[in-house]
């Protein structure tokens, strides 16, 4: 529909120069002249449809265009529609006087928009002049449907035409030169008029102010009215075209909202899952309850190297994809005047971050405690072995200690056999005393076995109750035996010294050799070549001895060659067994030569685990030397990515390229870290915990690696918003370089600013900066109070007065053209106006229209276009 309402200081000297540009001296109304009766006839026709498309609007008609505007009220009414403003009250009277009265009220009105009336007076109106009154009609005309059209800056006339020469310029045989002459070559002129005609009416709501044959049938149609029908078409395509560009504005919008929505979607859904996979993981790593069994913890180490090789790393690049995705988000909602985008409740960022940092902590005092366990283990089982081992040796030699003890030989046994026993005990005292020490050792590593938590510490402190309660009961056996037999004693005069001496030398020297077996085949475990080194020390010292043992062995052999000499010298039958002892000559031989034997076989174990902690050196050494160089290279690469950040040189699509080279460098150094943990669990797997040739453990590698990562992509985000901070904000490549220029210039922490450092580089950019207006930029720059300006945050700030967005009133404007200017929109004039997918949209999220013009089923179009900007009121 046509366009109504009057320019606001429309210039009175121009309207009527406009009038008499297009107006010719032929054409003036003089009230002497008459109309041609054809001419007549089509103004008659054409002005009172053009009249009555106006007045349905307020529900009345006319009939008889020059009798129905004599009494004034309709023609008043008739302003009132095409201006949108309000006249002066009607006269009610209906005198002639009273007419004349509302006539020259609707002259007044015209003339003060400016119209110069020629010949037209209000007398002539009320008498139905019909030539006065279609004058009149033709200036309401001129001045309200046609006056206002111009193309490249023609007059109305001109600008009408012109018009109609751009849209049948498409059409052949056709040439438009003017609105009387036909210019169409058709053979059915009449029939294509009234198709026009009867389209028009059902499409575009023109009602039909002419017959085709008005035009085909005169020579040289009434040029007014072809002008006023022909203004109809032009309002009603101008009207269709602005519409189109609302639409068009609106889907835009939309477009970026569900966008933004999508993004926002993805976000929540990617933290979701980080954060459930973090609340999972944390009571995995927090459970600290020590499995029995060395293989079960070795088990459990390896489940967490499963974890920081294979299941960590890909949260640890979605946990970086989730902060560029946040900031990209921002950035785009920052770039289309959106709100910020505020996750759900615990899912910020930095709650992300503070999670991610439990984790970590969580994380080493995990594999510090699996160490620890493995290395209690370890001396657990060591402890647990030589513990059964001693065990085994004490209750060998114990084994019918406590029957011997109890019994009564001596109350039957010769003086001889007496004293035999005398001095039988007396060696068995000795051996008891000797095995003492080993009684004490088996005691301390149960107590050492308890206080290491040992699974089977039930078992282990039964047993060394059992032995510790049967040393008792032998020292209570003993001594009772010693008694009894020192009762008897002095009845028994005669002993064999011989057989005491040996028993008595022989019972020391079997148990040193006993010590020494044990001590060649003890278990050992040592954790480098100097404890090594010391074991071997020790062992060569053991064999240093040696020769002095032979020669205890070779004289306690001798007093048994004395004896078998005296017992031939004199005669003496022997049984073959000293009563003293149950150690034979031949026990003494044996033992030695299992001594002997048992030597090398220690010199090879030793030489075995020098061999093994050599290599275990030359896997710290293998270790450190990679790791001395990888620790520093990833120092230097951080230390180069912040430089790279604040280098100006080149375009930003430059620098990205060059940024996503420097990545990809990064990224094939990859195979180097690989490499490493490799060793480092060739390391672990030869349970190697400490290396003193390097600072650098594998946790600190990781954590340089994955920050490195990090650091790099969220560098190639920022050039990447910067990228869409300049596209979307207009600016040239030269204004970013010079923006980035001024902002490191006053960089002093490395890619942000203090407030004084910001306002120096202000005022070096020209600013004139008072106190409250330099308060009101830094809560734009630095709306969460963090005393820093960072660079994104200063470019928005560059850029933000210049800016060409769509604003909530702009989106708000092109609602109300596709509502036609109502106060709420249909849900079928959504679905005509836009696409089906941005009009389902729109329907779905907008509420019902409140107020009473409203019909059923409005929508409020007013309060949507506020909430895609996030604001309550417009």
Request: some cysteine; charged content about 30%.
């Amino acid at each position: 529909m046509m366009a109504v309402e009057p320019q606001a200081q429309y210039n009175t000297s121009y309207m009527m120069s406009e009038e008499h540009q297009y107006m010719s001296p032929e054409d003036e109304w003089d009230r002497d002249l008459l109309l041609d009766p054809a001419w007549e006839k089509q103004q008659r026709k054409t002005f009172t449809a053009w009249c009555n498309s106006h007045l349905r609007k307020a529900g009345t008609q006319i009939e008889n265009i020059e009798d129905d505007f004599r009494n004034g009220l309709k023609l008043m009414l008739l302003l009132e529609v095409i201006s949108g403003e309000r006249l002066p009250k009607p006269d009610k009277g209906k005198m002639r006087f009273h007419k004349i009265a509302n006539v020259n009220k609707a002259l007044d009105f015209i003339c003060s928009k400016g119209v110069k009336l020629v010949s037209i007076g209000a007398e002539e109106i009320v008498d139905g002049n019909t030539k006065m009154t279609l004058g009149m009609i033709w200036t309401i005309i001129l001045r309200f449907a046609i006056q206002d059209i111009s193309v490249e800056e023609t007059s109305a006339k001109e600008g009408l035409l012109l018009w109609c020469q751009r849209k049948t310029a498409p059409y052949r045989n056709v040439n438009v030169q003017n609105f009387h002459i036909r210019c169409a070559q058709s053979d059915d002129p009449i029939g294509n008029l009234n198709t026009a005609f009867e389209v028009a009416e059902k499409y575009l709501d023109i009602p039909k102010m002419l017959d085709a044959e008005d035009i085909v049938n005169t020579p040289k149609p009434d040029e007014k009215a072809i002008m006023t029908y022909v203004s109809c078409f032009y309002h009603a395509f101008a009207g269709a075209e602005q519409a189109e560009t609302a639409a068009n504005r609106i889907c835009k919008v939309l477009a970026v909202n569900q966008e933004n929505e999508k993004l926002m979607e993805e976000y929540e859904k990617l933290a979701s899952e980080l954060l459930e996979w973090i609340r999972k993981t944390i009571p995995w790593l927090e459970n600290r309850m020590a499995e029995q069994q060395m293989k079960a913890m070795q088990q459990k180490l390896e489940d967490f190297r499963d974890y920081r090789r294979i299941h960590k790393p890909p949260r640890v690049q979605e946990k970086c994809q989730l902060e560029i995705n946040f900031n990209t988000l921002q950035t785009k909602l920052r770039l289309s005047n959106r709100p910020a985008f505020m996750p759900s409740e615990g899912k910020m960022v930095s709650d992300i971050a503070n999670a991610w940092k439990g984790l970590e902590q969580v994380e080493k005092g995990y594999e510090e405690w699996l160490l620890t366990e493995i290395r209690r283990l370890e001396r657990l089982d060591h402890l647990a072995e030589k513990f059964k081992q001693k065990c085994s040796l004490h209750q060998s030699w114990t084994s019918g200690k406590e029957e011997l003890l109890s019994m009564k030989d001596y109350e039957s046994a010769s003086l001889m056999e007496i004293r035999a026993l005398m001095r039988k005990h007396e060696a068995f005292e000795s051996d008891l005393a000797a095995h003492q020490d080993r009684v004490e050792q088996i005691a301390a590593i149960a107590q050492e076995l308890n206080e290491l938590d040992y699974h089977d510490a039930s078992s282990v402190n039964a047993r060394c109750q059992g032995i510790c309660d049967q040393w008792d009961n032998l020292g209570t056996l003993t001594q009772k035996r010693r008694d009894s037999l020192e009762r008897v004693e002095k009845l028994w005069e005669t002993i064999d010294q011989l057989y005491l001496e040996f028993a008595k030398r022989a019972a020391p020297f079997n148990n040193w050799m006993d010590g020494a077996m044990e001590d060649l085949q003890d278990m050992f475990i040592v954790h480098s070549t100097e404890e090594i080194h010391s074991l071997i020390t020790a062992h060569d010292q053991f064999k240093a001895t040696l020769p002095e043992a032979d020669k205890e062995r070779m004289a306690t052999m001798g007093i048994q060659s004395e004896i078998v000499k005296i017992a031939q010298t004199y005669g003496i039958k022997l049984s073959g067994v000293n009563p003293y002892t149950n150690l034979s000559p031949q026990d003494i031989t044996n033992k030695w030569e299992a001594v002997k034997h048992l030597v090398p076989l220690r010199d090879q174990m030793l030489q075995e685990e020098v061999a093994r902690q050599q290599a275990n050196e030359r896997l710290r050494r293998q270790f450190a030397a990679q790791a001395n160089i990888i620790g520093p290279w990833i120092q230097t690469k951080m230390e180069e990515i912040g430089h790279v950040s604040v280098d100006i040189a080149g375009s930003l699509e430059e620098q990205m390229n060059n940024l996503k080279q420097y990545e990809q460098n990064i990224i094939n150094y990859k195979c180097n870290i690989d490499k490493l943990e490799g060793d480092h669990q060739l390391s672990q797997e030869s349970l190697i915990f400490d290396n003193k040739h390097t600072n650098y453990t594998m946790e600190h590698i990781r954590v340089g690696w994955e920050q490195l990562l990090t650091t790099i992509a969220r560098t190639i985000n920022e050039v990447e918003n910067q990228i869409l901070t300049r596209d979307a904000k207009g600016i040239s490549q030269e204004q970013l370089n010079e923006f980035r220029a001024s902002f490191n210039h006053f960089d002093r922490r490395n890619g942000m600013m203090d407030p004084d450092d910001f306002r120096a580089c202000l005022i070096s950019m020209g600013y004139d900066l008072g106190e409250v207006e330099f308060a009101r930029i830094m809560t734009l720059v630095d709306s969460n109070n963090t005393g820093v300006v960072t660079f994104q945050a200063f470019i928005d700030f560059m850029t933000r007065e210049t800016a060409e967005t769509d604003t909530a009133d702009q989106v708000m404007a092109s609602f109300k053209i596709l509502a036609s200017d109502k106060a709420y929109i249909t849900v079928d004039e959504l679905r005509r106006e836009l696409p089906a997918e941005q009009a389902e949209y729109c329907i779905s999220r907008m509420t019902r229209y409140i107020g009473a013009d409203g019909p059923a089923g409005a929508l409020d179009y007013i309060s949507f276009s506020s909430a895609l900007y996030g604001e309550s009121d417009l």
